[in-house]
Structures are given as structure tokens and as C-alpha cells.
């Protein structure tokens, strides 16, 4: 009898076939999505509502796993969320199979190699690395020496205009207090092969456009981890008479969405001189004050976005003096929701609540640049829907089979690739192909639009 081991057991779990190798699991346990390459057999598998990832791992290795996937998770770090290890698993011929370790299948998420097939633009593969500098950053932060840092092992999720990433392989991680000078380049080395190698595999598969170069890129994500890293931990000195500076490291650690839990202060040579040094810093800092006065959790940049639209509406509604709260629950019930709602349930799956919101804001700019008046919210969704919506490939969950027109290869193992590769790619996707210009000027697109209208 397989054994399970788990701290949130799904029952449900229990009558798979842990019998049968999982790569001869009968198709209606599972389900067909865009997978990254891997080494092990990984499958998606289907239980009631949810779904599910499975890798097949030896049995140090999967328990190894799920234990650094728990500690990340605690850390609030992004990485896929552990559920079980099952071992002892014993085949019909009664011959011993490996533990298989399951995670949840992280909603949204896109492999790099799903990204890069639909095409993507410079800017995109700009926004793609600094996404996997952040994660690997806040990997550091809390001790985690990664060992295999590549785009294979991370998924990446929209956010607002930008990417979130999430690791997904913690197979030879490791946890420690704090990580050395020598530990966190030891993973910069690494970093560096393996995106060396991934760019270059685009490159020769003509999926990496013809101005970047694999070299300059991974070069590029190098320069900007140390300079996210000195940001985030360096100490800097300054005359006594620069104290605004302290307010001023505040600031720009905020803007790069850091609250700073303990900033060192030291003065110097008798109060002439001041040291200051964020010692614990944490990510998420518009994530959280939008989940304190909303609810909705969602990823950093979309919470800038919806932050900045709460205060449009603040200011609309001329309640710049009523409490945050009160205004919060007022934009979350009379603006977000409806128009969330007015999406029709079979489109729910193309993005989900913040990014489609994020993605109307941008629309109804555009609309009302066109037509010269302020487009309301629910005029423009439907605009949204019927223009951009519907032409969207679907990212959440697809029913195996039924996902693709065209037919993969195999449809439980995505990057074995299309029986009639080399054909048609992927139908574009809008976002991607430029066909939809957004607005990109970082977050301030409200006072932008003000600007042009005053
Ligand atoms: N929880 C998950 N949610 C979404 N995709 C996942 C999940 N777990 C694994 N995958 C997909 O499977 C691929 C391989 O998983 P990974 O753990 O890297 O396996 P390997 O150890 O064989 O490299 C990943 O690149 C990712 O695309
Ligand atoms: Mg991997």
C-alpha cells in the first residue's frame, strides 16, 4: 500500500492508480497543459476541482523537496506549493516504483518556453529577467542557495505590465541561516550556464528575437541582481546633516516593492556621520497593503495598479477624507467586482481578476483617447471582451484535449511538442505580437492621463 506523507492530506488522492508508472496513467487522471522541460516524468492530474502536479523522483529527492517547498512557502517566498510525497509504491508486477511528489499546480502560471512560442518582444524578455532576478533575490533574502537556477525550474505569472516568478524545481536547494559572498555567486555561476544554454536553444529555434544576443542577456541579469542586491542590503554613510537620506532608502525600497522591517541606523565620529543598513527587509509591499484593505491577493505590481485606481476613485468621489477603509470596501464593491462579474463564466479562464482589471484600465485609456471623453468601466469591458478577450489564448486550466486545436505529440507530456510541428505556431497573442499597443510608463499611467487632458 503507497504511503502517504502530507501536512494538508487531500483524501482524494488516495484511490489514484500509485500503481501503474505515471507515465502510463489512464488519461482521465489527467490533464493536458503547457509544461517547462524537465528530467522526471511530470504529469498534471485532475482530482474533483483541482489540479494537481505530480513528478516521479527518487525518494531522498522527493522528500528533500517537499521539505524546502514547505520552508519557502512559510517564508512567503513564490514557489509552487508541496501537498504530498507517496511512497511505497509497488507495481502490478509487483515491482517497486519511485515516490511521486505533488504539488498544486500553480493557476496562470506559464512555463518560459509557453511564452516564448507565442512570440515575445524585446521589452517582454526585459521584463522576463527582472522577474527572475527579484525571485532569486528574495531566495537569498531568506537563505535559500537555489543550485539549479534556470528558466526550466521557474513559471512565470503576469503582473500588471510585468512578470511574477515563481520557482518550481527546489530539488537541490538548500536552506541555510544566511547565505555567503561565496554561496550566492556559486548560484550567479550557475544562473549563468544554464540561461546561457536556454537563450541559445531560443536563439537556434528562432523563438528569441534577432536583436538579442543570449550572451548580453545573461550578462545582463547578472549586473542586475548585484545591483538589486546592493539596494537591498548595502549599508551607506552620509553626512549628519543628509538625514532626509534615511527617509529617502525608505522610499526607494518601497518603490521596488520592499517593506523595511529593521533599518540599522549607526552614527559615526561623534553624530557627523550616519550608517544606515536595511537588515530584514520583505517583498510585497503593495501586495499586502492592497490585501489589508481589500481582500484580494494579488501579485505586486497589480496591486500598484489597483492601489493607484482606489485612489482615482478616492479622489472622483471627493473622499480624500474619509478613512481608507471605508473607500476600499467602496471601490472593491462599485468598481472592481462588477466588472469582474460582467465577464462571461467561459472567458474566466483566459486571466484572471486583477490582470484582467489591470488589462481594462489600459483598454478604457486607449478607448477614451479615441473617442474623447472618459469611457466608464463596464462600457469599456464589453469593448475589452469582444476586442481583446475572446482572442486570448486560454492560461488558466484546459481540459485535456480539447485545449489545442492543433494536436500535441503527446498530449500529458506538452514539451514532446505538435504532431504537425513546424506548421502554424500558436495563435498570437496580442499583448505579445504589439497589434494591442498598452500603455507601458511604469505605474503612473493616471497622472500621464491627466497630464494629457490638462
Ligand atoms: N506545481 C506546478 N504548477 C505548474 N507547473 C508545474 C508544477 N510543477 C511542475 N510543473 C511543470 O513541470 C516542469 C518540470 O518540473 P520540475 O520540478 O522542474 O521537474 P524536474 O525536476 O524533472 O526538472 C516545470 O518546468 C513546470 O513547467
Ligand atoms: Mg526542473
Do not use: C
Not at 218 to 240: D, H, K, N, P, V
Not at 257 to 269: K, N, P, R, S, Y
Amino acid at each position: 500500500m503507497p504511503r502517504f506523507l502530507s501536512s494538508r492530506p487531500d483524501s482524494r488522492l488516495i484511490p489514484l492508480p500509485w500503481e501503474v508508472p505515471l507515465a502510463e496513467w489512464p488519461e482521465e487522471n489527467l490533464v493536458a497543459l503547457p509544461r517547462g522541460i524537465s528530467r522526471h516524468v511530470v504529469r498534471f492530474i485532475r482530482v474533483g476541482n483541482s489540479v494537481y502536479a505530480a513528478k516521479e523522483v527518487l525518494e531522498h529527492l522527493a522528500l528533500h523537496e517537499y521539505r524546502m517547498l514547505t520552508d519557502l512557502h512559510r517564508a512567503g517566498t513564490p514557489s509552487v506549493e508541496p501537498l504530498a510525497v507517496v511512497s511505497g509504491r509497488v507495481g502490478e508486477d509487483g515491482v517497486p516504483l519511485d515516490p511521486v511528489l505533488v504539488t498544486r499546480h500553480l493557476a496562470f502560471s506559464l512555463p518560459y518556453r509557453a511564452l516564448f512560442t507565442q512570440g515575445v518582444r524585446p521589452e517582454t524578455v526585459s521584463r522576463l529577467l527582472d522577474a527572475l532576478v527579484l525571485l532569486l533575490a528574495r531566495l537569498h533574502l531568506v537563505g535559500f542557495l537555489w543550485g539549479d537556477v534556470s528558466l526550466s525550474n521557474v513559471l512565470f505569472r503576469r503582473d500588471a505590465g510585468e512578470f511574477a516568478a515563481y520557482l518550481v524545481d527546489a530539488e537541490t536547494g538548500e536552506l541555510h541561516e544566511t547565505l555567503t559572498r561565496g554561496q550566492r555567486e556559486h548560484d550567479l555561476q550557475i544562473a549563468t550556464t544554464n540561461l546561457y544554454g536556454e537563450f541559445s536553444d531560443l536563439e537556434a529555434g528562432q523563438l528569441l528575437d534577432a536583436s538579442l544576443d543570449p550572451q548580453r542577456l545573461t550578462e545582463s541579469i547578472i549586473a542586475r541582481y548585484r545591483e538589486l542586491w546592493s539596494e537591498l542590503t548595502e549599508a551607506e554613510e552620509f553626512a549628519g546633516t543628509e538625514m532626509s537620506r534615511i527617509e529617502k532608502r525608505v522610499r526607494r525600497l518601497n518603490a521596488l516593492g520592499f517593506d523595511v522591517a529593521e533599518l540599522a541606523i549607526d552614527t559615526l565620529e561623534g553624530g557627523s556621520r550616519i550608517r544606515i543598513q536595511p537588515k530584514v527587509v520583505d517583498a510585497g509591499h503593495h501586495a499586502r497593503r492592497l490585501l489589508r484593505l481589500t481582500g484580494l491577493d494579488t501579485e505586486e505590481n497589480q496591486a500598484r495598479r489597483l492601489l493607484n485606481d482606489l485612489d482615482t476613485f478616492r479622489a472622483r468621489t471627493n473622499q480624500t477624507e474619509t478613512d481608507e477603509a471605508v473607500v476600499a470596501h467602496q471601490w472593491l464593491t462599485q468598481s472592481f467586482q462588477p466588472v469582474v462579474d460582467a465577464v462571461p463564466a467561459e472567458l474566466r479562464g483566459k486571466r484572471e481578476g486583477a490582470q484582467l482589471y489591470h488589462e481594462l484600465l489600459d483598454y478604457r485609456w486607449y478607448a477614451s483617447q479615441r473617442e474623447n471623453r472618459e469611457v466608464p468601466m463596464l462600457e469599456a469591458v464589453h469593448g475589452y471582451i469582444a476586442d481583446v478577450l475572446r482572442g486570448l489564448p486560454d492560461e488558466v486550466i484546459a481540459e485535456a484535449g480539447q485545449a489545442e486545436e492543433r494536436q500535441l505529440a503527446n498530449p500529458y507530456d506538452p514539451s514532446q511538442g505538435y504532431v504537425d510541428d513546424d506548421e502554424e505556431p500558436l495563435p498570437p497573442d496580442p499583448w505579445e505580437t504589439g497589434e494591442q499597443e498598452l500603455v507601458r510608463p511604469g505605474f503612473l499611467d493616471i497622472d500621464a492621463l491627466r497630464a494629457r487632458k490638462g
